[in-house]
């Protein structure tokens, strides 16, 4: 049975600190799913930008010259701040896994340490940050919980870890799963 207060943790990590602040990201979340090492208690999937093929577009419009715009380039040689620059970015689908411990022996018993995003994450009140800190993998980030603000905050990055296909489909169909079992049970009495 969960407490309130990691239901409320719960709600509050769906929208934060997305990868792409737009309102154009796609952003799905699914509770209780289970991954190759167990059951996590929230995973969030989202567009990112996976690779930045962007490009100098001067040469469109002036194919005998070459851009001698000094000082508006990136070290890869894509244009910055031109109006001839030409975004093109490819997404690709980026899994936060999030593990909700709200007391230090809720973080020191065996289950729920599941991991298997490119980013995963404690997520723990403030009150025993200072305690569970040391205890995690380097690896691991760390978001506390301010209950009297309802805020959160990255107190540790985590570290990027690719996640191969086959992984990342199986992620993706239980979480799939997951949203498909709350509609049926949210509109059970529902005729079809």
Not at 54 to 62: K, L, Q, R
Request: glycine share 6%.
């Amino acid at each position: 049975m969960e407490t309130e207060l990691t239901k409320t943790i719960k709600r509050r990590l769906r929208q934060f600190n997305p990868a792409m602040n737009s309102n154009l990201r796609t952003i799905r979340w699914s509770e209780e799913v289970w991954t190759p090492t167990g059951i996590v208690d929230q995973i969030r999937f989202e567009d990112y930008i996976e690779r930045d093929d962007s490009f100098c577009g001067y040469n469109e419009y002036y194919p005998e010259t070459d851009c001698k715009i000094e000082g508006q380039k990136y070290p890869n040689g894509n244009c910055r701040g031109c109006v001839f620059k030409r975004n093109r970015h490819i997404l690709g689908i980026l899994t936060t896994c999030f593990e909700v411990k709200i007391t230090v022996s809720d973080f020191k018993s065996a289950n729920g340490h599941n991991f298997c995003g490119n980013y995963n994450y404690y997520v723990v009140p403030i009150g025993i940050y200072k305690a569970i800190e040391p205890l995690v993998p380097k690896d691991i980030g760390i978001i506390v919980y301010y209950s009297l603000t309802n805020r959160m905050r990255v107190r540790r990055t985590s570290s990027f870890k690719e996640v191969n296909s086959d992984d990342l489909s199986l992620l993706l169909y239980n979480a799939l799963k997951k949203w498909v079992d709350k509609y049926e049970k949210e509109g059970e009495n529902n005729d079809h």
